[in-house]
């Protein structure tokens, strides 16, 4: 069973910086690929950045510029780096992980405010 821990979520103002972690443990298995989604109230929930195992990054159009996804391979962690934030950057974050055995997990979900 996996464990993912986020943190580094919490409140800033328009034009800050964040930067959110997750870390993965407790599998036997290889990750294949890490993304990052949020949730905003009311809303579905969307696909921020994506990482391959290569370490090939894809991210959505809102972000693009402002937002980085990286990853430590010795730590089975991943990174967002926020930058330029906006209030409509304003949900919860959640990390996703993809096994190589096919299983998906997701971690607990970090609040993000931007403050305008």
């Known amino acids: 069973q996996v464990q993912l821990v986020e943190s580094g979520g919490g409140l800033v103002q328009a034009g800050g910086s964040l930067r959110l972690s997750c870390a993965a443990s407790?599998?036997?298995?290889?990750?294949?690929?890490m993304n990052w989604y949020r949730q905003a109230p009311g809303k579905q929930r969307e696909l921020v950045a994506t990482?391959?195992?290569?370490?090939?990054?894809n991210y959505a159009d809102s972000v693009k510029g402002r937002f980085t996804i990286s990853k430590d391979n010795a730590k089975n962690t991943v990174y967002l780096q926020m930058n330029s934030l906006k209030p409509e950057d304003t949900a919860v974050y959640y990390c996703?992980?993809?096994?190589?055995?096919?299983?998906?997990?997701w971690g607990q979900g970090t609040q993000v405010t931007v403050s305008s």
């Open positions: 996703r992980v993809s096994m190589t055995s096919g299983y998906l997990y």
């Open positions: 990482i391959a195992s290569g370490g090939n990054t």
């Open positions: 407790g599998s036997r298995f290889s990750i294949n690929a």
